[in-house]
C-alpha cells in the first residue's frame, strides 16, 4: 500500500480548522479502497496482505481515540459497501473495547487486525445466500455458518498473522452457553479475544440494517446486550460498551409508546439499560421501574 498520497487511500493528518466530525469521516471513507484491494487480494486465492491490513489496522488504532465515537459511527453508516463498513466497524469497536478495558497497545491492535478479517470467509458465500432478503432455508443457515472456518483458511497459511488473531476469527460466533457455532465452544474454551469479536460484531450487526430486517436503535441494542451477557457474550466487555454506549444516548429525545416524548437524563442503575427521562414539564420518569413503557423511537437532541 502506496504511503504517499491521498489517491492511493492514504489517510494525512486532519487540516487545521477541520472540525472533528468532518476529520472522522474523512479518515473513515479513504479506508475504503485500500480494505476493498486487499479483500479482493484475498479471494484472489493470493496471500494475505498482511502489510497492507497492518497500515489499516494503525489508522483504526489512532482513531479509536476520536470522541463520540459510537455516534459518529453511526453518522457513515450504511453510506458504504456493506461487508467493508462492517469489517472497519466491527474492528473499531473491538479496538475500542480493549484499549476501554485498559490492555496494551499491541492487544488493540491485534482486535483492529481480527475485526477487519473477521468475515472475510463471507467473500466464498454465494450472494443469493448471502443478500436474501427473506428467511434462510436450514441448507443456506448451514451455508453461512461456515463462514468463520473459511476466513481461518484464508488466513492460517499467514505465518504473519498473529495465532490470537486467527484463533479470534475461527471463534468470534461461539457463544458462552454453547450455542454459537462452528464448534459449539463453551465459556474458557473460547479466546477472550475472540469474546470482545463476538460483542462488537453483535453490536455492529443490530445496529447496521439487513434485507430481512430493520437496524435496532441503541437503546434496544443496550437491552439485547444486557439479555446475552453472562448467557451468550461476555459480561465484562457487555459492560464497558452498555457504559459507553449510555454516555453516547443521555440528552437523546425519545418518543414512547404512549405518544409521550422525553429526553433522557441518566441512568438510575448501572446495569440496568432502562434510563431516567425528564419531560417538557420537568416531570421524571424511571423507566427501570416502570418496564411496561417502551421506547418506540430515539433521535439525537
Known amino acids: 500500500m502506496a504511503k504517499t498520497n491521498e489517491e492511493q487511500g492514504v489517510i494525512e493528518s486532519s487540516p487545521t480548522g477541520r472540525s472533528q466530525d468532518d476529520a ?12 476493498q484491494e486487499a479483500f479482493i487480494t484475498i479471494e484472489s486465492a493470493r496471500p494475505v496482505p498482511v502489510r497492507d491490513i497492518s497500515e489499516i489496522a494503525h489508522y483504526l488504532t489512532d482513531l479509536t481515540d476520536t470522541p463520540d465515537l459510537l455516534n459518529k459511527l453511526q453518522e457513515v453508516r450504511d453510506k458504504q459497501d456493506p461487508m467493508l463498513q462492517h469489517s472497519l466497524n466491527v474492528a473499531l469497536v473491538a479496538g475500542c473495547l480493549v ?15 481480527a475485526g477487519l478479517l473477521h468475515d472475510v470467509g463471507k467473500m466464498l458465500i454465494p450472494e443469493t445466500i448471502l443478500l436474501k432478503p427473506k428467511k434462510l432455508l436450514p441448507y443456506e443457515q448451514g451455508v453461512i455458518r461456515c463462514h468463520p472456518f473459511h ?29 454459537g457455532y462452528p464448534a459449539q465452544l463453551k465459556l474458557d474454551e473460547i479466546s477472550f479475544l475472540a469474546q470482545v469479536l463476538a460483542v462488537a460484531d453483535s453490536y455492529d450487526a443490530m445496529m447496521s440494517g ?8 441503541h437503546i434496544e441494542v443496550m437491552e439485547e446486550l444486557a439479555n446475552k451477557m453472562y448467557v451468550k457474550l461476555d ?29 433522557i437524563v441518566r441512568f438510575e442503575k448501572p446495569r440496568n439499560p432502562r434510563p431516567l427521562l425528564q419531560f417538557d414539564d420537568g416531570d421524571y420518569l424511571d423507566l427501570s421501574r416502570n418496564p411496561r413503557i417502551r421506547i418506540t423511537g430515539i433521535s439525537p437532541s
Request: glycine share 4%; proline share 5%; with cysteine.
Open 210 to 217: 439487513r434485507p430481512y430486517r430493520t437496524a435496532l436503535a
Open 24 to 35: 472522522f469521516l474523512s479518515a473513515y471513507s479513504r479506508l475504503m479502497g485500500p480494505l
Open 99 to 113: 484499549k476501554w478495558l485498559d490492555m496494551p497497545r499491541n492487544a488493540i491492535m491485534e482486535a483492529i487486525f
Open 235 to 263: 459480561a465484562t466487555v457487555c459492560i464497558v460498551l452498555l457504559d459507553k454506549i449510555k454516555q453516547a444516548v443521555v440528552g437523546n429525545q425519545v418518543e414512547l409508546d404512549d405518544g409521550r416524548t422525553a429526553k
Open 151 to 179: 476466513s481461518y483458511q484464508l488466513i492460517q497459511p499467514s505465518i504473519h498473522i498473529p495465532q490470537s488473531v486467527k484463533l479470534a476469527v475461527l471463534q468470534h460466533h461461539e457463544r458462552l452457553d454453547g450455542s
